[in-house]
């Protein structure tokens, strides 16, 4: 299948994304002005512009946007605050649906903000994070289990970014219900990858190699595979491609080489909207993740978390003739 071929597809799909969304506040300060406080002392930060974007299980409902899927809803939690507000706003002017949210008073919008030099363009500062870490209220879950049990899409994408341990969307009984889903499930767990069952499991090497050794005190993937009755494990190695474990074995799916890549943030989240999307096309799962490192390619050269549209994927070069 070409790639033309995937891409006119996509439209026809209906995808759910699950887990941790938050809200990206890019904020650009001016050294110029950091003025020192008249009470403290202390110099300010001078912000003079700010640019919001989804974020997280955001990042890649961005990337199946302007990868043309057909229909996406964003299924976690928000804060009843004006990061939730700026948070729907962003994902509905993406053509996100908002409408499986669950707000939770209290609980702040999980908010990253990052501090971008106006003379450099550079972010040099600590980046300031608004956190829940206190374990999902029993009502939100019941709400996010209840939700995810109607749910009835060609593709589900699994967002588990907290890396806390306590304040994830993606609890135990968030993940039981997953595990009864009949839709392609892809899933993205940076601590928690070796908990999920019968799902197609994408971690990167690093994710991988510190799962399988809590899961088998030693690094074996086909082992892994076959004990969590994956349907795939994909682990990607930046450049380099992606290791695609099956239960018929191991291939490698390779990636064009990117000399001086402009930001790889967002990186394995633009991998996971496109690859989950060509894998419900194509049923390859080798074709689908060499189509993830061919976009991915493509949005490492564009600063923040970029996304990659269907005429720069088509004019973006392949490995192989398709």
């Given amino acids: 299948m070409t790639t033309a071929d995937l891409l006119a597809a996509f439209p026809a799909l209906r995808v759910l994304v699950v887990g941790d969304v938050c809200l990206d506040r890019w904020c650009t300060y001016d050294p110029a002005l950091a003025d020192p406080s008249r009470e403290t002392g202390i110099p300010r930060i001078g912000v003079i512009a700010t640019e919001v974007t989804p974020g997280a299980a955001g990042t890649i409902a961005n990337n199946l946007a302007a990868l043309g899927a057909g229909h996406i809803d964003v299924l976690g939690m928000i804060g009843d605050d004006g990061f939730g507000h700026e948070l729907r706003?962003?994902?509905?002017?993406?053509?996100i649906s908002t409408d499986l949210l669950v707000e939770s008073p209290g609980v702040p919008t999980f908010t990253y903000t990052k501090l971008i030099n106006s003379t450099t363009g550079e972010e040099d500062l600590p980046r300031v994070d608004f956190v829940y870490?206190?374990?999902?209220?029993?009502?939100?879950?019941?709400?996010?289990?209840?939700?995810?049990a109607g749910a009835r899409y060609d593709v589900v994408l699994v967002s588990?970014?907290?890396?806390?341990?306590?304040?994830?969307?993606?609890?135990?009984?968030?993940?039981?219900?997953i595990e009864r889903l009949d839709s392609l499930v892809w899933v993205d767990s940076r601590l928690r990858a070796e908990l999920f069952r019968g799902v197609v499991l994408k971690p990167n090497h690093h994710e991988a190699e510190?799962?399988?050794?809590?899961?088998?005190?030693r690094v074996d993937y086909a082992e892994w595979r076959g004990r969590a009755a994956l349907r795939a494990l994909i682990v990607?190695?930046?450049?380099?491609?992606?290791?695609?474990?099956?239960?018929?074995?191991?291939?490698w799916a390779e990636a064009r080489p990117v000399e001086k890549p402009v930001d790889i943030c967002g990186a394995g989240d633009s991998f996971s909207a496109a690859a989950s999307m060509a894998?419900?096309?194509?049923?390859?799962?080798?074709?689908?993740?060499?189509?993830?490192?061919?976009?991915?390619?493509?949005?490492?050269?564009?600063?923040?978390?970029?996304?990659?549209?269907?005429?720069?994927?088509?004019?973006?070069?392949?490995?192989?003739?398709?």
């Fill in 89 to 95: 706003r962003a994902l509905g002017a993406r053509r």
């Fill in 160 to 177: 588990d970014q907290a890396e806390t341990e306590q304040g994830g969307v993606v609890t135990a009984a968030v993940r039981a219900q």
């Fill in 210 to 217: 510190a799962a399988s050794q809590r899961l088998l005190g």
């Fill in 236 to 251: 990607t190695h930046g450049g380099k491609g992606a290791l695609v474990v099956e239960e018929s074995g191991t291939r």
């Fill in 133 to 148: 870490t206190r374990p999902l209220h029993e009502s939100v879950e019941r709400e996010i289990v209840a939700r995810l």
């Fill in 279 to 322: 894998l419900k096309v194509t049923g390859n799962a080798v074709q689908a993740a060499e189509f993830g490192n061919k976009v991915a390619g493509i949005t490492i050269m564009k600063k923040g978390t970029g996304t990659a549209s269907p005429s720069e994927v088509l004019a973006a070069p392949s490995v192989r003739n398709r």
